[in-house]
């Protein structure tokens, strides 16, 4: 589907600019965001997307911010919106973990902040439970199981570095599939302090939860969950290369 750019100019109104302040941001708020986009040469935004704010359309919402398909002078870009009522001061905190979660190629790229905006690669995907049920027919069991191990792999990464995420147990919502390559987003609750739990955490949300693991049991059968949960909590004890590959083993991976 074609997407239509609207410029920055025009979300001095509504109803771009209640997506520009989101909830509630004042003229004199929206003015200065806007002048704050033209400084990172942000020149238009499309409102695409599954969540919806009143009639527009955008790529998702949460605690922190929305997040928007934009223009960068000819690239397309996710823009994230700070929140009129976010508890955030600022997007810098979550540049800087983009930054450091990119270092080992995990997450979309990203490409600078301000205070009230951050912009970042577009993963044009779908979420990793609309992809699984959608997988039908002749080789759907080696596509997912690729997939899941690639998104094991980024998430031993993760913890090898000390990165927790903090989100992971709710997978559907933080994993894009595009292509057939998953991309883990979102990492504003992340945390280089916490003890991590990301194979652990994607590992249960997979092959332990209800929704997605019902659909994976169609594809391929899963090992035990007794199995699963001994194999995680050696895991756990050591996260080391040997006990990840002991993880994947039982996971058929």
């Known amino acids: 589907m074609k ?20 909830p509630n941001g004042t003229k004199n708020q929206i003015k200065k965001r806007i002048i704050e986009l033209e400084k990172l040469k942000v020149k238009s935004i499309s409102f695409s997307g599954k969540t919806t704010i009143g009639k527009l359309s955008i790529l998702g919402k949460g605690y922190v911010g929305v997040v928007v398909l934009a223009r960068k ?38 490409f600078g902040s301000s205070k009230n905006f951050l912009l970042m690669e577009y993963i044009d995907g779908i979420k990793i439970l609309d992809w699984i049920t959608q997988l039908n027919g002749r080789g759907s069991s080696k596509k997912l199981k690729i997939v899941i191990k690639k998104i094991l792999e980024d998430c031993f990464a993760l913890d090898k570095m000390g990165f927790d995420h903090g989100e992971l147990s709710d997978i559907s919502k933080h994993v894009l599939i595009e292509d057939n390559i998953p991309y883990i987003i979102d ?25 997605i693991s019902k659909q994976v049991q169609k594809i391929y059968k899963n090992p035990t969950k007794n199995e699963i949960i001994n194999a995680l909590k050696i895991y756990k004890n050591c996260k080391n290369r040997e006990n990840f590959e002991k993880v994947l083993k039982v996971l058929k991976l």
């Open 187 to 211: 990492f504003e609750s992340g945390s280089l302090k916490r003890r991590t739990s990301n194979v652990t955490s994607v590992t249960q949300a997979i092959f332990i939860g209800s929704g």
């Open 73 to 110: 002078d000819s690239k397309k870009i996710a823009l994230k919106i700070r929140r009129i009522d976010s508890q955030r001061k600022n997007m810098k905190n979550e540049e800087l973990f983009l930054k450091s979660v990119n270092k080992i190629n995990v997450g979309p790229k990203v």
């Open 3 to 22: 997407s239509y750019f609207i410029p920055i100019k025009k979300f001095h109104d509504e109803p771009y600019s209640k997506i520009i302040g989101f």
